[in-house]
Each structure stands twice: as structure tokens, then as C-alpha cells.
């Protein structure tokens, strides 16, 4: 079963404009991770959010982790073209023991429209 | 490049065939997780290795098998196929047990007909 949800399941924008996924998750979790799916292909790693961190940035994505509430939401900023893919949120929960598996969230669709 | 290696890329087979998935992982890692993609039920953890052992079950099928060899690819084999186990299947890689990034192949799609 997915341990986390996302919101919006799509989003559209025009090229410019920020983009904000969410991603509420279930049980306690070492860290946060989101990644990057273009359309039938690998995922791509994008952040990685720990447990006792707040805000983490890199380049044009500021992640958020809010643990009291099991959420955390992706913005991406001056958005393009290219950015256009499907983003997931993972988790790696603690009751996971050494497997450290990641589980996954059911992704949004961003589209950017030109 | 993520440095993980996924043949086939497409499958296209018959319902009650077995099918063999190959995931060579980066150089150095010693993780490897098998994934399961499809559009109802989103991305689902399979199993993990660990140098060689199995670590970790997720929603495999009875049917379904797999096993890391001493050079540290994997291999996923799926019997008694369905049509419901068409999907896309992949494999990431990790260094080891630690809480890092996983590291995809670009999926191996597999068709039953």
C-alpha cells in the first residue's frame, strides 16, 4: 500500500508561474525524498528533506516538511517547459527496519504550458 | 544516466508465460529494490537485496521471484503471467542501508497479451 498521498493528482500552469505539490504520509519516517518521472521512464531524485529539517532548497525547489502534521510540499519556482513530469513523494519510515525501502505517494502530473 | 541498467526495456508476452527482468545496479552498490508501476495501483515496492540476501518483502506476488547474484545483479522473474501484471517494473540501487537517494533504471515495460 502507498504510504503517502499527493495533491493536486494534476496541475497546470503556464511557464513562469511556481508550482506547489503536496504530500501527506502516514507513519513516522526518517527522512523525505521527492523525485522527478518524465513520462514512462526511471525516476530522478530531486531533494532529500531529514526528519528534524524544516526547508531544504536546491536551485528552483524549496521542500517543506511539517512533521506534527505528516506533510510536506514541493514548490518549484519560475517554472518551464521541461519541468513537465510526474512528481513523487517517498518516504523511508522507521518501522522499516534496515531495508530503509522507499515508499511511494501517488504522484501529480505538472504541466507547463509554453 | 543513473548508472543502473534494466534489460529488456519492452516485453511483450502471453498470459501463463514466465518472464525473466535484469537489473544491473551502479558500480559499488550493494541494494537493490524492485518496484512495480502501474496506473491503478501507482508505484509499489516489491522486494530488496542486500548483498545477495533478501531484506525486505512489499507486495510481491507468490509468482513472482527474485534473486541478487555474487557480481550484485538482480533478477526479477514472474510466472503464470496475467494480464494484470502488465506494467512497468524497475530497479534502483543504493550503496547500502543507509537513508540516501535511490538511483532508477529506466524500467523494464512489460505487455501481457
Known amino acids: 500500500s502507498q504510504q503517502g498521498e499527493e495533491d493536486p493528482q494534476a496541475l497546470s500552469i503556464q511557464e513562469g508561474e511556481n508550482a506547489t505539490m503536496n504530500c501527506s504520509y502516514k507513519t513516522s519516517i526518517n527522512n523525505l525524498q521527492w523525485y522527478r518521472q518524465n513520462s514512462g521512464r526511471g525516476l530522478v531524485h530531486l531533494i532529500l528533506i531529514r526528519s528534524n529539517e524544516r526547508e531544504k532548497h536546491s536551485g528552483r525547489l524549496r521542500v517543506t516538511l511539517d512533521t506534527s502534521k505528516k506533510s510536506s510540499s514541493l514548490l518549484i519556482t519560475a517554472s518551464r517547459a521541461a519541468d513537465t513530469a510526474s512528481y513523487f513523494c517517498a518516504t523511508v519510515a522507521i518501522s522499516s527496519g534496515s531495508a530503509r525501502q522507499l515508499t511511494f505517494g501517488s504522484g501529480t502530473q505538472l504541466t507547463v504550458l509554453p | 544516466d543513473s548508472g543502473v541498467t534494466q534489460t529488456p526495456k519492452h516485453l511483450i508476452t502471453a498470459t501463463g508465460q514466465r518472464v525473466t527482468l535484469r537489473c544491473s545496479p551502479r558500480s559499488g552498490d550493494l541494494s537493490v ?81
Open chain 2, 33 to 113: 529494490y524492485w518496484y512495480q508501476q502501474s496506473l491503478d495501483q501507482g508505484l509499489q515496492f516489491l522486494i530488496q537485496y542486500y548483498n545477495g540476501e533478501e531484506r525486505a518483502k512489499g507486495n510481491i506476488l507468490e509468482r513472482f521471484s527474485a534473486q541478487q547474484f555474487p557480481d550484485l545483479h538482480s533478477e526479477l522473474n514472474l510466472s503464470s503471467l496475467e494480464l494484470g501484471d502488465s506494467a512497468l517494473y524497475f530497479c534502483a540501487s543504493r550503496t547500502g542501508l543507509e537513508d540516501t537517494e535511490a538511483f532508477f533504471g529506466q524500467g523494464t515495460r512489460l505487455t501481457v497479451v
